[in-house]
């Protein structure tokens, strides 16, 4: 015996076309899926890339829906689907962030629409069961097999227009999958392998791209990174950070991947004492002597908002978000503390360093 525990794995996956120009792929792809009438589903500010994709998709291509928002209010998510329905359509192809594709989830969970996935930053939902909604304020979050992309078209010269501010934050909010998969209740040792390399890919991207932004190996590489990491996250359950992070990103509105930058080192340092093993595996994967350390200086060395306060945060926020971070109970390697985590969000809200 190798004194493995034992476990259960299970993850799906996409089916994935990957390579610079694949974009020129996705008639095929709907043809795969024997659909014919695809609404195109993008933010306004992709709207362009929306009609490219519309284009190549020629006949096929029903309605273009550029209306795609962060956290996907529950209106936009009934306006895309009733756009939907009303052009007939049989399947959606979202190009964008996680927001577009969060986008296409909203639609496959009430109407089982099939979804090809055209990512342009690293945030890995493509890869995830998972899906939000944003009602009145509150952001909920869920899993369903029917909001997993059936195709997703990885293709690095898309995001080599991602702006290089974004690229590290989105870099960061993929990081955060991995880190949290270490520790997870149901982690295991495939889930280990992945999340360190998925950090490891990820990362070393980074200095390659503030070099070259348009450095498309390594766009392919963090493309590969996010693959990876969000994998990790569609396979296990997250904890304290990503629960923050959508308090913070729902509730008050903070940019999401910002969000991730910012408090990754700080709910990492929280969760430290009760998940060293994870925090070895993070720190070796960034090459530094600690994992919320090496976290921090990441994030600082290439830019990064480091405080809360400087992506919009208010101090007199940081009660009830500490308030709403520990109401609801979930699984977390250090139990959750409400004085503890108000201590996390204020030393994030300062951008301090984590010890
Ligand atoms: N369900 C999941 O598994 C999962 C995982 C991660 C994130 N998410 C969700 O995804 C959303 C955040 O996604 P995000 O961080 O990718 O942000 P986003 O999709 O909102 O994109 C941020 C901005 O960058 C623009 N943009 C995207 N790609 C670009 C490119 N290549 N060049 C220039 N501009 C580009 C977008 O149009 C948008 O204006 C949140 O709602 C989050 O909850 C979900
Ligand atoms: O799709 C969502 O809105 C919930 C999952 C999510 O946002 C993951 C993350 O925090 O990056």
């Known amino acids: 015996m190798s004194g493995v525990r034992d476990f259960v794995f299970q993850v ?5 076309v990957f390579g610079a120009g694949a974009l020129q ?3 095929r792809e709907v043809d795969a899926l024997g659909a014919s009438r695809v609404l195109v589903l993008s933010t306004p500010g992709q709207r362009a890339l929306g009609e490219r994709v519309a284009a190549l998709l020629g006949g096929r291509a029903a309605g273009l829906f550029a209306r795609a928002e962060m956290h996907v209010p529950v209106e936009v998510a009934n306006a895309a689907r009733e756009a939907a329905l009303a052009l007939g359509a049989d399947c959606a192809v979202a ?3 996680g927001s577009t594709t969060g986008l296409g989830k909203a639609i496959a969970l009430q109407t089982a629409l099939p979804v090809i996935a055209i990512p342009t930053t690293y945030a890995g939902s493509e890869m995830t069961t998972m ?3 944003t009602d009145a304020g509150s952001k909920t979050t869920g899993r369903d097999p029917r909001v997993l992309p059936r195709c997703v078209i990885y293709d690095p010269e898309l995001s080599a227009g991602l702006p290089f501010a974004t690229t590290v934050v989105s870099a960061m909010n993929a990081i955060a999958h991995a880190a949290e998969g270490l520790y997870a209740p149901d982690a295991n040792p495939v889930v280990d392998l992945l999340a360190e390399e998925g950090i490891r890919t990820t990362a070393s991207a980074l200095p390659r791209l503030r070099h070259d932004a348009r450095d498309l190996d390594a766009r392919g590489d963090a493309l590969i990174g996010a693959w990876l990491c969000g994998t990790v996250m569609g396979s296990i359950t997250v904890g304290l950070h990503h629960k923050l992070c959508h308090t913070l990103g729902g509730t008050f509105g ?3 991947a910002e969000v991730h930058s910012v408090v990754l080192p700080h709910a990492l340092a929280y969760n430290a004492p009760a998940a060293p093993q994870a925090m070895t595996r993070i720190a070796r994967a960034l090459g530094t002597p600690t994992a919320p350390g090496g976290l921090f200086d990441l ?6 908002p480091l405080a809360l306060k400087s992506i919009g ?3 007199p926020d940081l009660d009830r978000a500490a308030d709403l971070a ?4 979930y699984p977390n390697p250090r139990p959750l503390e409400r004085d503890k985590v108000r201590e996390l969000l204020e030393f994030a809200f300062e951008g301090r360093r984590p010890e």
């Open 12 to 16: 799906a996956m996409p089916r994935v």
């Open 25 to 27: 792929h996705v008639a």
């Open 95 to 97: 190009i964008g962030g």
């Open 131 to 133: 899906y939000g909604l």
């Open 254 to 256: 903070l940019p999401h």
């Open 299 to 304: 994030a600082a060395r290439h830019g990064a």
């Open 313 to 315: 945060m208010q101090a």
């Open 326 to 329: 520990v109401k609801m109970p």
